[in-house]
């Protein structure tokens, strides 16, 4: 999730197949402090102080104050929603100006006087509506000279603790938002409003629930803190170290075996990661300098581990926190576990699509999986299957109707039940405290970014900007379906990136979503809409806003991936762009047609819509590597890119047609694979 639990699962990943001929000395992998470094370099999140001496212990105690006072509210009950909103904002905005430097390369060893300052500051202003709360609820919408300087110092507050913590363009956005907000009597017509008094901002801002205490905070200080708890929890009992384990037993010996265990990895590290860049860093580390010993270019190999990595934010149950934001987002009824199911197959032909192209790469390449010798002891990790009882909790008991908040706290019982258990990492009470302390550090640049998207959310929602910048979409396309959704994609691209998964959502769920919605149900209320409508909008936007990570020009994920394979970033991006084409498509595909989603469709529906799908996917791989059970010409490759796109999009002629030409490409193959192909480089079998 954003949940990113990345600074504990880089600390703690090891090397699987450290007893075996293919061992970390043979390839050149990097050290934890190389790992952490990349992170830093491309992960604003991750760019903390490392503080010593009684400080140290000072953040420490105000760390462990901070998940208590969560764990607590999650069992007992919240406190109301100003008390609960503004306390977690007040704890997270103290300890960002403690731990993040003002500056990207500033000192990490020492905390300057000012900061002390800012997080007296954030510790004053967040406990203001616990001291303060009688008066404000019944003011009536009415705020005195102190109220007005408080908010105001809040939302600087917010805007520097979301540009130290998440990153400059969120703190960009916010403040172009903020200035629309004041002058809107000056914009163009379509955009123009009578605009907004200071007076009246600040009001909104900070004393509503329609600003920066609005309902991504609200969802950061429940769901989404649970889980990232929950997370730090998985790392400590080993889940992480295990799920490359895991990959490598299941896809090891694969053709192009590192490559499979690359992406198997990080579709299971996304369900305890949020972050693309900390995912690519904590299993590229490993499988990137693989993936080049047995063959692979190291900016295909970069492009792999970042393509996959990516999609852990598509992943479920978790999806980088967006999923608990979509519930708030979308209300209607939906509860977390229809957004879970419903991101299930998108998810499984996306990993699907990557999988497949890696797989004709490896054949063209000529290279193989790895041996018996080179291979983990597998009977001790099946062994160690019980390992994935938290995260196979979580899921059966939310099927079951359990709220989300306490599915949570099931998971993190499971999660210390289970570390007991694992005699290869050591646990007890002090990985406990460690866990809770580890959980709110990540938890710091979530309350960050989704209190500053709170304001973005404010200024749509009062000056009613989302629905004139949805219908000047919809005008610019003329009202084709296609047009509107290639422009809406363009600005989810845009508004993505270099922004965090919870950031980007609420972004692009505020901004962009509504034309699409707009366009599908015209003159429809918002409570009218179809829910199908409202998802198929909302995982639109998501997927492009998570895929700005590896699209050029700022593709950060890439950028980290090429940090580790040596390669060019620029191309390791287009790389990865490349094997990431079903995220391209799959968007489109819920749009076009929204069963994909498993709302209210039978089981052969979706059965024909998977497997044409999955055959597209397989037409589409092959036609963009260039390769199947042959090298493919140029015409060959045209042939069945069209035909996989013909399968891909959801209309029964075009799947026939699709099949059809499909199948006389296949048969063409087989009775023509031994022509044009080369000797195998390795000297194994190609095919």
């Avoid at 005008?475 to 270099?498: E, H, K, P, Y």
């Avoid at 694979?673 to 095919?687: Q, S």
Wanted: aromatic share 12%; charged share 15%; net charge neutral.
């Amino acid at each position: 999730m954003k949940s990113d639990v990345k600074h504990q699962t880089t600390s703690e990943s090891i090397d699987p197949l450290k007893d075996k001929q293919l061992a970390t000395e043979h390839i050149d992998v990097l050290s934890e402090e190389q790992q952490q470094e990349l992170i830093e370099k491309y992960d604003t999140e991750a760019n903390m102080r490392k503080i010593a001496g009684i400080m140290k212990w000072v953040i420490f105690i105000g760390l462990l104050a901070f998940s208590l006072f969560q764990l607590y509210t999650a069992i007992f009950g919240q406190f109301t929603a100003y008390i609960q909103r503004s306390i977690h904002l007040g704890f997270g905005l103290t300890f960002v100006f403690l731990l993040f430097p003002s500056r990207k390369k500033g000192r990490k060893d020492t905390i300057p006087f000012y900061d002390y300052i800012l997080a007296i500051v954030a510790a004053v202003t967040g406990a203001y509506w616990t001291i303060n709360y009688d008066r404000l609820v019944t003011s009536l919408g009415t705020i005195t000279q102190m109220d007005f300087i408080v908010g105001l110092i809040v939302i600087l507050l917010v805007l520097e603790a979301a540009r130290r913590s998440v990153g400059l363009p969120i703190a960009i956005i916010a403040v172009l938002f903020l200035a629309y907000a004041i002058y809107g009597q000056y914009m163009p017509d379509i955009f123009a409003h009578r605009g907004q008094s200071l007076d009246q901002l600040v009001n909104l801002m900070y004393y509503s629930t329609d600003g920066i205490l609005g309902t991504p905070i609200s969802v950061s200080a429940t769901y989404i803190f649970a889980f990232l708890l929950f997370g730090a929890f998985l790392v400590k009992t080993g889940v992480g170290e295990y799920f490359n384990d895991l990959a490598i037993a299941v896809a090891g010996k694969l053709i192009g075996g590192p490559a499979k265990v690359a992406i198997f990895s990080s579709a299971l590290q996304g369900t305890i990661s949020g972050s693309s860049v900390a995912n690519v860093v904590t299993s590229g580390a490993y499988t990137i300098p693989l993936m080049k010993k047995l063959g692979y270019k190291k900016d295909f190999a970069g492009a792999v581990e970042a393509a996959s990595s990516t999609g852990g934010q598509i992943m479920p149950p978790i999806m980088g926190a967006a999923a608990f934001l979509m519930v708030e987002f979308i209300g209607r009824g939906i509860t977390y576990w229809d957004i879970a199911k419903a991101a299930i197959i998108p998810a499984i032909l996306y990993f699907a699509g990557i999988w497949i192209m890696t797989h004709f790469e490896a054949k063209r390449l000529g290279l193989r999986g790895l041996t018996d010798d080179e291979m983990p002891d597998r009977k001790m990790i099946w062994k160690k299957l019980y390992l994935l009882i938290p995260i196979a909790l979580i899921v059966v008991i939310m099927m079951f109707g359990v709220p989300v908040i306490h599915s949570a706290l099931y998971g993190i019982i499971a999660c210390i039940i289970v570390g007991f258990f694992n005699k290869d990492v050591k646990f007890g009470i002090r990985e406990i405290i460690d866990a809770l302390v580890d959980g709110a550090r990540t938890a710091l640049s979530v309350a960050a970014a989704t209190a500053c998207a709170g304001i973005i959310v404010g200024v749509v929602v009062k000056t009613g900007l989302g629905l004139s910048l949805a219908n000047s979409l919809v005008d610019l396309a003329g009202g084709r379906i296609f047009l509107t959704l290639f422009f809406v994609m363009i600005a989810s691209l845009i508004l993505g990136m270099g922004a965090p998964t919870t950031a980007n959502y609420v972004i692009t769920s505020t901004i962009a979503a509504p034309a699409i919605i707009a366009l599908l149900a015209p003159d429809v209320s918002q409570a009218l809409v179809p829910i199908t409508v409202v998802l198929a909008a909302h995982f639109f936007v998501f997927y492009f806003g998570i895929i700005a990570d590896i699209t050029p020009p700022v593709a950060l994920a890439a950028f980290a991936a090429s940090g580790i394979s040596g390669g060019d970033p620029i191309k390791t991006g287009v790389h990865s762009a490349k094997l990431a084409i079903a995220a391209f498509i799959i968007p489109y595909m819920i749009v076009y047609s929204p069963s994909l989603l498993m709302i209210d469709v039978t089981f052969w529906e979706v059965a024909w819509l998977v497997i044409t799908a999955m055959l597209g996917m397989i037409a589409i791989g092959a036609g963009v590597i260039g390769y199947w059970y042959r090298p493919i010409n140029l015409l060959e490759r045209l042939i069945i890119i069209a035909a996989g796109l013909a399968m891909v999009y959801p209309e029964s002629l075009s799947d026939i047609i699709g099949l059809v030409v499909f199948g006389i490409m296949f048969f063409i193959q087989l009775a023509t694979k031994n022509k044009g192909n080369k000797p195998d480089r390795l000297g194994t079998a190609t095919n």
